[in-house]
């Protein structure tokens, strides 16, 4: 879009979401709302009593609850959880309605969209708003809590999508998945994740007070950064490299993060006498991790969703650390083999074990490949990008009705 420095593109922008506002989610909504206002838009935030994105949690920990009510609500078994999911509908009418009554100048409303969640597109429809929704999530995909009411999520879920302005989905992957399900929807773009530069960028003296502190001086470091989760395979991993770090004693891994896995992967690294080459920091502070990430020579994602878009692909890039990560087709949307990060097949932990090695012995492709990967960060793929992209989309379907699904795909 053409950028005006005086004159916001927009004056005001309900934010609506319900999530827990922590971990992803939360990098997500601060980075579109920050952009937004850094363009001179009023953003307000309305979600879930008590989930706020801006009330960071003490502790890097990326399954902690919001609330201790959540906690309760997310225990649920399946069918009343999905009916709780269903009941909040009512709860969060009430309160974009009363927000509205406030806020009668509100030009845009961006909902990042939960599964059963429909009555913000009908009150946009009544009252003649426009709503775009971003989609991270949908019944027509594979999910970590399978669906009890499938078939009720699916027939609400093509209401809403057809019936929104516009829908932003972080991969074309993700997109023709959901248009296949549902066969019509609204007007779509592709927005891949982000991350700002200002947020990843650390002194020389953090680097070498972490490397310090975990005793990585002279070593090559491959760092992770994450939940330790099965679905991101880290400890499938670390099993698979650790017969073969001997071959490389030049290599350290520093792992940091927390999750179901960790324990697991905890006991195998000291049985095995790996502590001196495999650094395990559990849980942090926010304020380490910059520290952390500047310790880090390159990175590795073992595993994601294949429809996804992993936002520590782009924290890792933006801090200017070469990544290592699976061929899913979103990440090649965004990475550059051999020039900003290097792949390998998807679900071959070993193919991602070899290119670890391989990579580690090359300390000035390593530093060539960061600086590239940072330099398209910069370019490309901070939030402000994303932003930009959202205010033109969001006055091209304003007043552009859903299409049949073989002019949706286009966007």
Request: glycine letters at 8%; aromatic letters at 8%.
């Amino acid at each position: 879009m053409t950028e005006n420095t005086t004159t916001p593109p927009l004056k005001r922008v309900l934010y609506h979401h319900r999530t827990q506002g922590k971990a992803v989610e939360g990098v997500h909504i601060r980075g579109i709302a920050d952009a937004l206002r850094a363009l001179g838009v009023a953003v307000d935030v309305v979600s879930v009593p008590g989930a706020d994105p801006y009330a960071s949690p003490k502790a890097m920990s990326p399954t902690q609850q919001a609330k201790w009510w959540m906690k309760i609500v997310t225990r649920l078994p399946e069918p009343l959880f999905e009916l709780a999911e269903l009941a909040y509908n009512a709860v969060a009418g009430w309160r974009i309605l009363r927000y509205l009554g406030r806020h009668p100048d509100v030009e845009l409303i961006y909902e990042r969209y939960s599964l059963f969640l429909f009555v913000t597109v009908w009150i946009a429809k009544r009252r003649g708003l426009p709503i775009i929704l971003e989609i991270n999530d949908s019944a027509a995909v594979h999910r970590v809590r399978p669906l009890h009411l499938g078939g009720l999520a699916k027939r609400i879920e093509g209401w809403t999508l057809r019936n929104a302005s516009g829908l932003v989905f972080v991969s074309g992957l993700f997109r023709d998945r959901v248009l296949q399900a549902h066969g019509r929807m609204a007007p779509a773009i592709v927005t891949p994740n982000a991350a700002n530069i200002d947020k990843f960028s650390f002194t020389e003296a953090q680097r070498n007070d972490t490397r310090a502190k975990y005793g990585l001086q002279g070593s090559v470091v491959c760092g992770y950064l994450g939940a330790f989760v099965p679905w991101h395979a880290i400890d499938q991993f670390v099993y698979r490299i650790a017969d073969r770090l001997a071959t490389a004693p030049h290599l350290k891994l520093l792992l940091v993060g927390d999750g179901a896995t960790f324990d697991t992967v905890a006991k195998f690294v000291h049985d095995r006498g790996l502590d001196h080459q495999v650094i395990l920091t559990g849980r942090v502070s926010h304020d380490e991790v910059p520290g952390l990430l500047a310790a880090m020579d390159l990175a590795v994602l073992p595993s994601a969703g294949d429809y996804t878009s992993p936002v520590k692909l782009f924290e890792f890039m933006a801090c200017g650390i070469p990544p290592i990560a699976p061929d899913f087709s979103p990440i090649q949307e965004v990475l550059s083999e051999g020039r900003t990060g290097w792949m390998f097949k998807a679900g071959d932990l070993d193919a991602a074990v070899n290119a670890v090695l391989a990579r580690s012995t090359d300390a000035a492709e390593l530093a060539r490949v960061g600086q590239a990967a940072r330099a398209y960060i910069a370019a490309e793929r901070q939030w402000r990008n994303n932003v930009l992209q959202l205010i033109d989309f969001k006055h091209s379907v304003a007043d552009t009705p859903a299409l049949p699904a073989r002019h949706a795909a286009a966007g």
